[in-house]
């Protein structure tokens, strides 16, 4: 049984190592005659290098310069050869493997995670495993880089030590068994520490997830704002030497556990010496080997031990990245439940669209409750819906789910009597022009923020009538670059940076470019001055027309010029209908919207 499980993990690591010396290989023609190259070369370097003092000490003895002079001459260049190639080649070999990680490996790990079903990316656990899958493709040192790296060193460990060992067989079995112990002992004590540092590498992934968000917190302007008006800096300081001191003790215990192998190396290295100097002078002083063969043997002894030492270090390098490579492909290989490739057409954007929301509920994973529970809703097509409710309630969850962001747990959504998740998603999507509560654009010109970062086919007078139905043009008009200036310097030393309105102007203006048959705005208002706000409740009509439309708002009073209202509670649709019929029916709606209407009532008098 045990057996079976230790082959499936040896598996999984020849799996990996096909997979990233593949991609290089796919991706540089030239990359294999290279790799065999500077496998020959390292080999023969190091062989080469120890016929040099054979080749001298021979001289000595026969003293035929004549016939050993060439030789010697001739080695000598060998050797320098073979190590200037391998430096060279190394070296190529290298920047191949370092694009290999950027254009291979890491460019499908970001559009994976661009691309995937958004609840393989938005909760917390998701977040750790992406953070973990980074890991393996962040640096040479890890991963997948360092896999491609070690495979190559393992061949020429695994040649050297062959021909080498097989060499010292035939001089004495003694000195290989001595050798053969020195391995097993070194690999047994890495593997420990090994182990022990793979089961504690969640608690050090825990300190650095946290220090590094610490350290990103200490560097965010927005919180630095916080930071220093409340006084938190006391806090960081305390946290931030917990985690210290908490890595510290982590490196001590695992450090620790790499103590063994570096005292067996040096308890097997005094046992080797003492063992195969014996037999060599033994054998010399008998005349059964030649001075010459003497210092041969004496340079494949040590460097076989160096081969066999590094070969130990290797085995457990390639499980340790090979491990960190299946962090990153756990990542790639997770499943999409929405139909990225294929599905069924998409309804024609030509026409405002029917939504129906069926029986539909919801709940996050690891949450223990519904966040919608068995909502029924037909919105008609061109039909302008409010969706009100206290903080909570699950209105941006509901516009999630329409958005093809999350699939419902119960329950299936319709557009056109078509179960959204069965059509092709980006077909899909590119009906829906939305303006999300949290606003973030992205550090790109303006006019890639609006377009949606299309470079070309951007049609200039849409975006301008975009930027004007946003109340933007005004200011962007009078900017040197105009809708070609950068948003905040990040990317740009001209970059502009918006206040919190204007961001949210901008990003309305994104959604009124798009111009999708369904327009969803969840709170387009909330950083609206009260002029701007008028005006879009009054354009409001212009902006939704052949369009399906939900505007989710707190401020009720801004819900009046919507077709229908229904208000969400605790994930139920509590009340639907218009907003005279709701004041009819003096509900929950009534109570929330008399208590804003009073407060403002009693401002203006007062
Ligand atoms: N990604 C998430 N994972 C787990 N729970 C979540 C997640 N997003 C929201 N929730 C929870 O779902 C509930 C509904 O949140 P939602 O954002 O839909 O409310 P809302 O009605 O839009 O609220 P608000 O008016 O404050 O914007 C909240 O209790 C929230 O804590």
Known sequence: MKKKKNDKSNNIAISNVIRVMKAMFERYKTAKWQVLIYMICKVSGPFLATLIPTIAIAYITEGDIGKFLPAMVGVILLASGANACTSIMGSRISNKRTYTRLGHFFYRYVKKNLTTDYSNVEPQERQRAIEKGAHAINSNWIGAERLMNETVEFVILTIGLTSYGTAILFLDIRILFIMIVMFVLDFMFRNHALKYSDKHREENTEIYRNKRYLSQSCLDLKAGKDVRVYQMEGWFHE???????????????????????????????????????????????????????????????????????????????????????????????????????????????????????????????????????????????????????????????????????????????????????????????????????????????????????????????????????????????????????????????????????????????????????????????????????????????????DKTSLFISHRLSSTKFCDRIILLENGSVAEEGAHVQLMQKQGKYKEIFDIQSHYYQEKAVG
């Open 239 to 545: 946290v931030y030497n917990k985690l210290v001191k908490a890595a510290g003790i982590y490196q001590r215990k695992t450090g620790f556990r790499w103590y063994w192998p570096t005292i067996s190396d040096q308890f097997c290295e005094v046992a080797r010496n003492l063992l195969a100097y014996y037999i060599l002078v033994t054998k010399a002083v008998s005349g059964e080997i030649s001075p010459a063969t003497f210092t041969l043997y004496l340079g494949l002894i040590t460097g076989f031990s160096e081969w066999m030492y590094g070969y130990s270090l290797s085995l457990n390098v390639m499980r340790k990245s090979s491990h960190e490579f299946n962090e990153y492909l756990a990542v790639m290989d997770t499943k999409d439940v929405f139909m990225h490739q294929g599905g069924e057409e998409a309804p024609s954007i030509d026409q405002p669209l029917k939504i129906e929301f069926r029986d539909v509920s919801f709940r996050y994973a690891g949450s223990d409750k519904d966040i919608l529970s068995h909502i029924n809703l037909i919105i008609n097509p061109g039909e302008k819906i409010a969706l009100v409710g206290n903080n909570g309630a699950g209105k941006t969850t509901l516009v999630k789910l329409l958005c093809g962001l999350y699939q419902p747990t119960d329950g299936t959504i319709l557009v056109n009597d078509k179960d959204i998740s069965k059509i092709n998603l980006t077909e899909y999507q590119s009906l829906i022009s939305v303006l999300f509560q949290d606003i973030n654009p992205l550090a790109f010109t303006i006019e890639m923020n609006v377009a949606g970062c299309k470079t070309e086919g951007v049609n200039r007078e849409r975006l301008i009538e975009s930027l004007k139905k946003a109340g933007l043009w005004e200011k962007i008009e009078k900017l040197e670059n105009k809708e070609q200036t950068f948003i905040t310097q990040t990317l740009h030393d001209n970059g502009i940076q918006l206040s919190g309105g204007e961001t949210q102007r901008l990003l309305l203006a994104r959604a009124i470019y798009k111009d999708g048959p369904i327009l969803i705005l969840d709170e387009p208002t909330a950083a609206l001055d009260p002029i701007a706000e008028s005006k879009m409740y009054q354009e409001y009509n212009e902006l939704t027309k």
